[in-house]
C-alpha cells in the first residue's frame, strides 16, 4: 500500500486520525517515535519557525526543502499545509502540488480563503472551479494526492459560519475534495451538522473548548489536528527555561 492510500484509510477508521503537526523535521521523527500514524505541516507553526508571520509569507521554496527533508527521514503518510496554494493562479497551485506528490506527499490541505491584507473568503463558484480543475489534473496524470479542503467560515467568526459552511460542503464533494476541514469549530450541533452535510470525512482542530476525542468519535469526526499549538506549547516552555536562567543565573530547570 503506498504512501496515500494508507493514508486515506486513515480516514476511514472509527477512531479519528490523530495528525500530529510538525514544526520542523524533529519534530516530525518525534511524532512517529512516539506512535502518530500520520503527520502534517502547520502553516503558522513552519512559518513562525523561520521568522515569518502565517499567510503564505515563508516562501514555498522553504517550505519544499522542509517537506522534501521530512519525506527523506520519516516512512509514515505526510501532508503538507498548503494554504491558499502559494500562487493566485491555479496552474501555479498545480505546479507547487506536482512538486511536493515528485518528493513523496501523501496529501495537502487547501484552503477557500486567501490571505490577503485581510483574509477573505473566495466565492463558492471560484473555488469549486479551483478545486475541480487541480482534481480532474490530478486524475488524468495519475497523481494520488490527499485533497484536504479547508473552509474558513468558522475561522473567519462569522456570525453565519454554518450555514456557510453547509452551503460549501456538497461543491468542494463533487469538485474532488478527499476530506473536509473545518479549523474553529467547537460546538457539538455544528459539528455534528457539518458530518452529516458530507460523505467525506470531517477534519476539526485544536481548540480551548473543542469537545473530547471520544465525543468527537461519537460526533462522526475523522481526523483531528493540532493546528499550531503544539509548537506554541513547545515555545513557552522554552520561554520559561531561558527567562529563568537568566534570572536565577543557573542551569538547573534544564536537568
Known amino acids: 500500500m503506498n504512501s496515500f492510500d494508507t493514508f486515506s484509510q486513515l480516514h476511514q477508521n472509527s477512531t479519528p486520525l490523530l495528525l500530529g503537526n510538525i ?20 502553516s503558522q507553526a513552519i512559518a513562525k519557525t ?19 527533508r521530512v519525506t527523506e527521514v520519516v516512512k509514515i503518510p ?63 496524470n495519475n497523481m494520488k494526492v490527499f485533497l484536504n479542503i479547508r473552509t474558513d467560515g468558522f475561522l473567519l467568526g462569522m456570525e453565519t459560519a ?6 460549501r460542503l456538497k461543491s468542494y464533494e463533487e469538485a474532488g475534495a478527499n476530506g473536509i ?14 458530518v ?13 473548548t473543542l469537545p473530547s476525542f471520544e465525543d468527537l468519535q461519537k460526533l462522526g469526526v475523522k ?4 493546528g499550531p499549538f503544539t509548537t506554541m506549547y513547545v515555545h513557552k516552555r522554552a520561554e520559561e527555561a531561558i527567562h529563568s536562567i537568566q534570572q536565577n543565573n543557573s542551569f538547573s530547570i534544564l536537568f
Open 162 to 167: 454554518l450555514k456557510e459552511t453547509l452551503s
Open 23 to 42: 514544526w520542523d523535521v524533529h519534530s516530525a521523527l518525534l511524532f512517529e517515535a512516539n506512535g502518530y500514524k500520520a503527520i502534517g505541516t502547520s
Open 50 to 68: 523561520f521568522g515569518y508571520e502565517d499567510g503564505e509569507n515563508i516562501p514555498f521554496e522553504t517550505l519544499f526543502l522542509i517537506a522534501k
Open 181 to 194: 476541514f473545518v479549523p474553529c469549530i467547537t460546538q457539538s450541533n455544528d459539528i455534528s451538522e457539518v
Open 196 to 208: 452529516k452535510a458530507t460523505a467525506l470525512p470531517v477534519n476539526v482542530m485544536c481548540m480551548p
Open 223 to 226: 481526523r483531528i489536528s493540532m
Open 78 to 140: 505526510f501532508s503538507v499545509d498548503l494554504e491558499g496554494g502559494y500562487s493566485r493562479t491555479i496552474d501555479g497551485i498545480i505546479e507547487n502540488i506536482t512538486k511536493l506528490h515528485a518528493i513523496g506527499v501523501a496529501g495537502i490541505n487547501l484552503e477557500d480563503s486567501i490571505p490577503r491584507t485581510t483574509r477573505q473568503l473566495q466565492s463558492i463558484h471560484e473555488f469549486q472551479k479551483t478545486l475541480s480543475t487541480i482534481a480532474n489534473h490530478l486524475n488524468r
